[in-house]
Nanobody
């Protein structure tokens, strides 16, 4: 069974840094794009917002609100993605979720999406 497990969340003061990790485990054959989303209680409709995304060939995309502050990376050998977050602001407070919408398990025929359980990031002012 495939699992995505996030770690690295916590409480930090504004201006500080945190690094989130997301490790995918199980009988994995291939993972295409991976990404980080966040969900804040005050978000309209409580929707998850795309924060950053990285393709299998390391092409990256960032939300405008985190450009030049956050960096996404991945280690394909470890099936792990990272989110380095610098210059954190109180508005970055949210539950951060790891995602892949295209993961192929060993012996599988179709790509499937997976989500992690989320990790809380709280930035105090």
């Amino acid at each position: 069974q495939v699992q995505l497990v996030e770690s690295g969340g916590g409480l930090v003061q504004a201006g500080g840094s945190l690094t989130l990790s997301c490790a995918a485990s199980g009988s994995i054959f291939r993972i295409d794009a991976m990404g980080w989303y966040r969900q804040a209680p005050e978000a309209p409709g409580n929707q998850r917002e795309l924060v950053a995304r990285i393709s299998s060939y390391d092409s990256t995309h960032y939300a405008d609100s985190v450009k030049d502050r956050f960096t996404i990376s991945r280690d394909n050998a470890k099936n792990t993605t990272y989110l380095q977050m610098n210059s954190l602001k109180p508005e970055d407070t949210a539950v951060y979720y790891c995602n892949t919408d295209r993961l192929l398990v060993v012996g599988g025929r179709n790509y499937t999406a997976y989500w992690g359980q989320g990790t809380q990031v709280t930035v105090s002012s």
